[in-house]
């Protein structure tokens, strides 16, 4: 049957492939839409199977909060390419798939790859479907879901960088001061919390640097562990959020900072997502 130009749009609309690969499928399928949708599909298929051993480093990041800042999403996904990345198609791909984790905040990465993307495809068929008609190496690599009373997303420049935490209460005022922290969080990288949050695998390879390091500088051995738990003390103060300076007023601690906002304010919890 003749293939006209309003079929292949219509099926460029409903997949996002180009206009001759949505010719070639509907010529390829006599005309049968649905077995057109199924040649675009099985073609990501056989590209991901081509590129899954490529390096998929490049991407966007989108931390995004509820409309009533209870709940918030921070999700990753990966792409071989810089061009591909900037490109508005996909950012708009990656920020269907931040609404759709919203709309049913799905608890990890392969419950929200389980869930409808449309009326045709999962969230993970979606994607092998764009992997054909982008033709790289796509990876949702990353994806979290935080609730609380407040819940704060930040987002860098770029979209490579992105955080998300969670506050003891909720308010305007609170709302300013989790984004100055979530920025922080971005900033500084710490590793948890406080020091209660850090494994005691990092607290012993710490003590036993500082150890070493006492050693090295001439120190008596007697000495050393008194001087490796005054490192792991600065480490803790460099390293864990609320012991943290504050990167806009060195002055306060972050947990100082949070007081003078609302007395008894903390973080609860907090994701960090970078591509770098």
Same mark, same amino acid.
């Given at each position: ?9 219509? /099926?460029? =609309? =409903? ?36 590129? &899954? ?12 909060? +509820? ?24 950012? +708009?791909?990656?920020? *269907?798939?931040?609404? /759709?984790?919203?709309?049913?905040? $799905?608890? *990890?990465?392969?419950? /929200?790859?389980?869930? $409808? ?52 209460? &909720? +308010? ?40 070493? /390091? ?25 390293? @864990? ?11 306060? @601690?972050?947990? =100082?900072?949070?007081? *003078? ?12 997502? *970078?591509?770098?």
């Amino acid at each position: 049957m003749a293939i006209t130009a309003s079929d292949v749009n219509k /099926l460029r =609309q =409903q997949t996002g492939a180009g206009m001759m690969d949505c010719k070639n499928a509907l010529t390829e399928a006599n005309g049968d839409f649905e077995m057109a949708v199924d040649i675009l599909r099985k073609k990501g298929q056989k590209i991901a199977a081509k590129r &899954g051993d490529n390096d998929a480093r490049e991407g966007l990041i989108i931390a995004q909060t +509820s409309a009533d800042k209870k709940a918030g999403v921070i999700l990753t996904l990966n792409c071989e390419t810089d061009f591909v990345a900037k490109n508005d198609g996909y950012n +708009s791909l990656v920020q *269907s798939l931040v609404d /759709l984790a919203l709309n049913h905040l $799905p608890e *990890s990465v392969e419950a /929200l790859k389980a869930l $409808p993307y449309d009326d045709r495809l999962t969230v993970d068929e979606k994607i092998t479907e764009q992997i054909g008609v982008i033709g790289e190496k796509l990876d949702l690599s990353g994806y979290a879901v935080l609730r609380g009373e407040q819940v704060v997303a930040y987002n860098h420049p770029g979209n490579q960088l992105a955080t998300l935490l969670v506050l003891n209460h &909720g +308010s305007e005022a609170v709302a300013e001061a989790g984004r100055q922290v979530a920025m922080q969080v971005a900033a500084m990288n710490p590793i948890a919390i406080n020091k209660d949050g850090v494994d005691a695998r990092t607290i012993e390879r710490e003590i036993e640097i500082g150890k070493e /390091l006492a050693i090295q500088e001439g120190k008596p051995a007697d000495m050393a562990e008194k001087i490796a738990m005054g490192r792991l003390n600065k480490f803790f103060q460099e390293n @864990t959020l609320l012991s943290q300076q504050f990167v806009w007023d060195n002055k306060l @601690t972050i947990e =100082q900072y949070l007081n *003078s906002t609302e007395k008894g304010l903390t973080v609860l919890e907090f994701k960090r997502f *970078s591509l770098s």
